[in-house]
T-cell receptor, first 113, second 113 residues
Framework: EPEVTQTPSHQVTQMGQEVILRCVPISNHLYFYWYRQILGQKVEFLVSFYNNEISEKSEIFDDQFSVERPDGSNFTLKIRSTKLEDSAMYFC???????????FGQGTRLTVV | GDSVTQMEGPVTLSEEAFLTINCTYTATGYPSLFWYVQYPGEGLQLLLKATKADDKGSNKGFEATYRKETTSFHLEKGSVQVSDSAVYFCALVIAGANSKLTFGKGITLSVRP
């Protein structure tokens, strides 16, 4: 069964460092998302991506964040200069059409120290 | 804005007990409603959904009914199993091109033998 895969499963980084979280969406999917969950809080929408551009982003997704689909396969989330409050579980999701089911990856736990 | 509120957890039940997990929502439009489940070490999986008022979503013995008058989508199961131990998330989507999910906080269910 096709699935969304995320790497790494856990990343520890020092404050101020850049991190890249990687996702491989399901191959025929066209809509891509990043969400995050700070421990004990809600799963929050970060950004949606369609047709090689950002279609919507939340207020959390500031200039420190960027997304790319560099090779038609991977979908990456970059945080340029991490802060302690960026520590969270980050989920990637993809779906085939606008109103179809979203499939999620296992998540990357980011710890900023 | 749109939001989802779930009852506080965690919830611990004995096997074969009846389960209810409450979920209420506020939405600016006419949402579709979802329950996602996250088993230990895995990603978010769609458990069930309902797209219009009075619809009942069901899967794996779980049920939830879309109640527009009470803006609720409570999850129920008549007899839980140890294998149901997981984190359960209620979510909504307003139909549209971006169709981002708005999640509740999630609740951890532990079922003991």
């Amino acid at each position: 069964e096709p699935e969304v895969t995320q790497t790494p499963s856990h990343q520890v980084t020092q404050m101020g460092q850049e991190v890249i979280l990687r996702c491989v969406p399901i191959s025929n999917h066209l809509y891509f998302y990043w969400y995050r969950q700070i421990l004990g809080q809600k799963v929050e929408f970060l950004v949606s991506f369609y047709n090689n551009e950002i279609s919507e982003k939340s207020e959390i997704f500031d200039d420190q964040f960027s997304v790319e689909r560099p090779d038609g396969s991977n979908f990456t989330l970059k945080i340029r200069s991490t802060k302690l409050e960026d520590s969270a579980m980050y989920f990637c999701a993809s779906k085939e059409g606008a109103n179809t089911e979203a499939f999620f990856g296992q998540g990357t736990r980011l710890t900023v120290v | 804005g749109d939001s989802v509120t779930q009852m506080e957890g965690p919830v611990t039940l004995s096997e074969e007990a009846f389960l209810t997990i409450n979920c209420t929502y506020t939405a600016t439009g006419y949402p579709s409603l979802f329950w996602y489940v996250q088993y230990p070490g895995e990603g978010l999986q769609l458990l069930l959904k309902a797209t219009k008022a009075d619809d009942k979503g069901s899967n794996k013995g779980f049920e939830a009914t879309y109640r527009k008058e009470t803006t609720s989508f409570h999850l129920e199961k008549g007899s839980v199993q140890v294998s149901d131990s997981a984190v359960y998330f209620c979510a909504l989507v307003i139909a549209g091109a971006n169709s981002k999910l708005t999640f509740g906080k999630g609740i951890t269910l532990s079922v003991r033998p």
